[in-house]
């Protein structure tokens, strides 16, 4: 809601029901109203009740009010800081996406994943929407993330084109740019000179036959088994690029892993590089490019020719997670605003605050950990949390960049202490209930 406003105002009112629709409040939990609330307040827009509540529900929506009502000083005459940006593209879901039934998979899929990687690893991204494309907006960024972007027209390409050139850093995949605005198809990637590939069409679907598994156990399945097995690949990172660090090497390493998901053929153009390659699961299969790297003018570029984000919300592994990671800090052209060491639970969202004689950074932490485990079916188990988990000892870096005066944690108003380290000046949270904001006020 926020992004769509340009982040400038938003509101978003939390759903308040237990199993979708029809729109019940079967033991409703009060503490999962002011869960919702405060996680649209952390990702910057101003959550609102206009739904009447049963009696039973009045007192404690009341304060969950008084609770964004405690926060307010911090709320408003704020803009995100400007790092990371990802593209949440109305065009292509329209024109690309078409159908109603399978526009989460064929588009959505990318974004949310690409999403969840980013709020897992605590990496400050914003959404951004079609019209902001061009040059002067792109250039408030250091990384731009196109997640299966296929819908751009021509000045959006040169938006972009110039973003790149003058050191911002890309990450894009599957089909970005491989139509134009109103979806109708181009011969190869407009962005093609930007990734280093050029399109080459599908690659070969199917993995196995009927004919290799056991006539006994094929006479108990049915059709959704062997739908459930196209496009699943073997990925193979390369051991020397910057993608093998950290869990990563422990992860994978060189050995072959799984891919369940939506892929491209690409051929390499110019001083591209391969980083890691896929191969259908059939004996024949040939090795196509999975990941790619290119440079272009000052800007990194990495293009994913295997959908590794759409499969993180879809089909997930870990080792997708780590690999959107990388790709994203490596091309960047400077690091995060803050390092945020915590849970992958907790979301974190950093805002830049300015009004006369204030400037400040307000970086929100929210913890969405449900203890109830979900045990019951996925489909149905919808989350409504009862009760918080503490977590402790979050600590935050600040790039060396931000002149610090003084660090709280609002709205308690408790003072934190600020310790240097050649990464930054460090802030430690000492315990998040559900949702705290660290404020640095900056000189």
């Known amino acids: 809601m926020w992004a769509i406003t340009n982040h400038r105002v938003g509101f978003s009112e939390p759903y308040l029901m237990s199993h979708g629709n029809p729109y019940g409040k079967d033991s409703f939990p009060p503490h999962e109203i002011e869960r919702r609330m405060l996680l649209a307040l952390t990702y910057g827009a101003s959550p609102s009740i206009a739904v009447i509540q049963p009696p039973r529900l009045q007192q404690d929506l009341f304060r969950c009010m008084d609770e964004v009502q405690l926060r307010k000083p911090w709320l408003t005459h704020k803009q995100p800081e400007h790092w990371g940006a990802i593209l949440m593209s109305d065009n292509t879901r329209t024109f690309y996406g078409r159908d109603p039934g399978k526009v989460e998979e064929r588009y959505l899929a990318s974004v949310l994943g690409t999403f969840r990687a980013c709020v897992e690893e605590h990496l400050p991204v914003n959404l951004i929407n079609d019209w902001n494309l061009n040059?002067?907006?792109?250039?408030?960024?250091?990384?731009?993330?196109?997640?299966?972007?296929?819908?751009?027209?021509?000045?959006?390409?040169?938006g972009i084109a110039a973003f790149v050139e003058n050191g911002g850093g890309l990450v894009a995949s599957l089909d970005t740019s491989l139509f134009d605005e109103f979806g109708n198809p181009r011969q190869n990637f407009a962005l093609a000179d930007l990734f280093g590939v050029n399109y080459r069409g599908l690659p070969t679907t199917e993995s196995i036959v009927e004919t290799d598994i056991d006539v006994n156990f094929a006479k108990s399945i049915g059709a959704d088994y062997w739908e459930k097995r196209k496009n699943v690949f073997d990925f193979r990172m390369e051991p020397?690029?910057?993608?093998?660090?950290?869990?990563l090497k422990t992860y994978i390493g060189s050995e072959l892993v799984t891919l369940k998901g939506a892929a491209v053929r690409v051929a390499t153009k110019g001083q591209s590089q391969i980083l890691g390659t896929i191969r259908g699961k059939n004996v024949d299969a040939p090795e196509l490019p999975a990941v790619v790297t290119n440079k272009f003018g000052k800007g990194k570029v990495v293009y994913f020719a295997a959908g590794f984000d759409s499969a993180y919300y879809l089909y997930p592994y870990p080792y997708q997670r780590l690999m959107i990671k990388h790709a994203i800090t490596e091309v960047a052209n400077a690091p995060p605003p803050v390092s945020i060491q915590a849970p992958m639970c907790v979301h974190s969202t950093v805002m830049r605050q300015t009004r006369e004689n204030v400037n400040r950074l307000v970086v929100h932490l929210f913890n969405d950990i449900n203890t109830t485990g979900g045990h019951a079916l996925p489909a149905d188990d919808v989350p409504l949390r009862e009760e918080v988990l503490p977590i402790a000892d979050i600590q935050l870096t600040f790039q060396p960049d931000y002149r610090l005066k003084s660090v709280t944690l609002q709205p308690d108003g408790k003072r934190l202490e600020v310790t240097r380290t050649p990464s930054g000046n460090m802030v430690t949270v000492p315990r998040l209930e559900i949702h705290t904001m660290v404020v640095a006020e900056l000189e």
């Not at 040059?135 to 040169?158: G, H, M, R, T």
């Not at 020397?240 to 869990?247: E, I, Q, W």
């Open 135 to 158: 040059f002067e907006d792109l250039s408030k960024y250091k990384v731009l993330i196109l997640p299966n972007s296929a819908c751009l027209d021509e000045q959006q390409i040169k």
């Open 240 to 247: 020397t690029s910057f993608l093998n660090a950290g869990k």
